[in-house]
């Protein structure tokens, strides 16, 4: 392929775009993870991403995609035949789901239209008709990265406490953490499941699990076979810094100047940031004339927007097109969606005018593509970015990226 001037659009809901803070952190010589200085690092690192979950409990990292974390998740929790509740939000849901009925757990999918979030009144009804207490785990996914809906899990975690029900919670943050509020502790969720390479900006190859004393304790009583994935291994090394393991060394240089950059911004204006460039892009699919897949406003994700297509118009098509013309990479829909939704990714490291060039190139693909809509988009986004950077629009927090 040729040269192609300028810098590639990676507007893909995850990856996203890393950094030249954080690539320079990485450029650095692997040391002897079993040295003093790395104990340093990996002590700023496990202690530096608590506050980012929301949580003064163990994080674990493991050398792995964020696949690997749900799987953790089960595996240290459960005990095979066990029972999970899991919520068919979309292809995530669907995937994690795929994983457990592997793993031998007899999972219960709450239907759904991959359009809505996790239905709090439906998890509620199934726990409260469980009065033998045999599922053990109410599995959510935070932002669904396939259709663009949040799950509200402050309203799950009321409808398993009014259900007085006591499966563990667990949440699946991959694409929120970082870019949308989340708090662990707060919202009573007993393990969080994230990555690296979504709002903390990192190249792939980095996953969590936030564990509560609930989890732990769980954990000592759960018999499905664990070895890479056991939190025992981890947690004692962990104390000082240390890995069982060989660990991902020069990602975990990257994620200590993600922490520190997370932590300049300040992560109350991080989620401002996102839900600015989420109500603007918002603004802009509706000036088209477009779709957006999110049937519930409240449900709105500030990670990304899945726009669907009229009838009779290709969304790989579009993407295609996109890429050969301006160098954007796009989200397919994933799934079922596959052909009739593009997603606009709108996380990470990305600012007022990365919103308004990857804007433009949707409008501009949209138009070469033949789809029918009003050029208004860009205009109507770039309307709602100047509102919010007058003095008196917005609270300080929301204008200050
Ligand atoms: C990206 C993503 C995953 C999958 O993570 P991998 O790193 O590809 O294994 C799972 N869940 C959600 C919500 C995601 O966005």
Redesign the pocket.
Known sequence: MSHRAGRHFLQI??PTNVPDRVLRAMDRPTIDHRGPDFSRLGRAVLDGLKPIFGTHHPVIIYPA????A?EAALVNTMSPGDRVLMCETGQ?AT??RNLATRLGLRVEFIAGDWRHGADAAAIEARLAADTAHEIRAVCV?????STGVTTRVPDVRAAIDRARHPALLMV?T??SLGSIEYRHDDWGVDVTVA?S??GLMLP?GL?FNAVSNKALAASQKATMPRSYWSWDEMLGPNKGGWFPYTPATNLLYGLHEAIVMLNEEGLDNVFARHARHAEATRRAVRAWGLEILCADPREYSNVLTAVVLPEGHDADRLRALILDHFDMSLGAGLGRLAGRVFRIGHLGDFNDLTLAGTLSGVEMGLELAGVPIAREGVRAALDWLIEARRPTALPREVVSA
């Open positions: 809901p995850g995609s964020g696949t690997g749900w995530f995937l994690w996914v935070h932002n669904e990265t699946d991959i694409s990555g390479q979504k792939p996953s």
